[in-house]
T-cell receptor, first 114, second 114 residues
Framework: DTEVTQTPKHLVMGMTNKKSLKCEQH?????MYWYKQKAKKPPELMFV???????INESVPSRFSPECPNSSLLNLHLHALQPEDSALYLC?????????????FGPGTRLTVT | AQSVTQLDSQVPVFEEAPVELRCNYS??????LFWYVQYPNQGLQLLLK??????LVKGINGFEAEFNKSQTSFHLRKPSVHISDTAEYFC????????????FGAGTRLFVKA
């Protein structure tokens, strides 16, 4: 199984809502990532978890809160988002935490904040 | 710190013609290099990677890339493209010095015309 799954595929939320994005992989990968991708732009790294511990936080606003309950699951909790947070949110995983490991991406959650 | 420059934002090409997507990088240390493809409404998928060894790297879907250290380039090529190759292509770099971030280029939109 070389798949990273993400749910939901689409999400529309108001600025006062609380929602969560979910990501799952069963490849035994020990690093997991959240990226934000705006239209016609490359992915921007938000968070990296390595061995279920937060290793990188790219100065992301606190309205985004990551969580790694176990080695297969990664969540992104959303609260009080702004319209400019509308984007495609990509989850990825890699075998290890280091530059030589390619990343496996999920299909993304398209988020619209109204 | 590394950086990646993809010299063409869009490349239109006719079906069955050859194509080259250009990528140059900048880094003070040795690097690993990757090409990822993103089809519409999907996540990124690895096409090929250069870690070490032979400078000519073959990937999936008939793509190949050549690492040129003196020119700090990693151009992607395909001898004959298909309509189905229409997608966004991202060149990416990470350093061999223990850095954990993968830096993505801005992307090149390959548009294959019939």
């Amino acid at each position: 199984d070389t798949e990273v799954t993400q749910t939901p595929k689409h999400l529309v939320m108001g600025m006062t809502n609380k929602k969560s994005l979910k990501c799952e992989q069963h490849m035994g990968h020990r690093a997991m990532y959240w990226y934000k991708q705006k239209a016609k732009k490359p992915p921007e790294l938000m968070f990296v978890y390595s061995y279920e511990k937060l290793s990188i936080n790219e100065s992301v606003p606190s309205r985004f809160s990551p969580e790694c309950p176990n080695s297969s699951l990664l969540n992104l909790h959303l609260h009080a988002l702004q319209p400019e947070d509308s984007a495609l949110y990509l989850c990825a995983s890699s075998q290890g935490f280091g530059g030589l490991h390619e990343q496996y991406f999920g299909p993304g959650t398209r988020l619209t904040v109204t | 710190a590394q950086s990646v420059t993809q010299l063409d934002s869009q490349v239109p090409v006719f079906e069955e013609a050859p194509v080259e997507l250009r990528c140059n990088y900048s880094s003070s240390v040795s690097v690993y290099l990757f090409w990822y493809v993103q089809y519409p409404n999907q996540g990124l998928q690895l096409l090929l990677k250069y870690l070490s060894g032979s400078t000519l790297v073959k990937g999936i879907n008939g793509f190949e890339a050549e690492f040129n250290k003196s020119q700090t380039s990693f151009h992607l090529r395909k001898p004959s493209v298909h309509i189905s190759d229409t997608a966004e292509y991202f060149c990416a770099v990470s350093d061999q010095g223990g850095g954990f971030k993968t830096i993505f280029g801005a992307g090149t939109r390959l548009f294959v015309k019939a």
